[in-house]
């Protein structure tokens, strides 16, 4: 019984499949939206493009999420290796 439930049909490998790319492309998504915000962020910060425009109190705030973002990928690239 254990190894009919090990071996799956071209069904279920299919799905799984489809499941697999579908979380790929997800994940993907993520990291864009991930890496656009991180530019924004950084324009806010830089007095010579957008930052001229906010208060300090805003830039404190976009150095804040800035310094978070980093470690927060810092400590899953971390768990990954």
Known sequence: MLLWRLMMDDKERKTLR????WLG???EQERKQNQQTVVFIKRLLDPEDLGHAVSNE???????LLIENHHIERA??????
């Not at 489809?18 to 790319?21: A, D, L, R, T, Y």
């Open 76 to 81: 899953s690239w971390q768990q990954n290796n």
């Open 58 to 64: 805003t830039r404190q705030i976009a150095y804040q």
């Open 18 to 21: 489809e499941h697999i790319v």
């Open 25 to 27: 492309s997800q994940l």
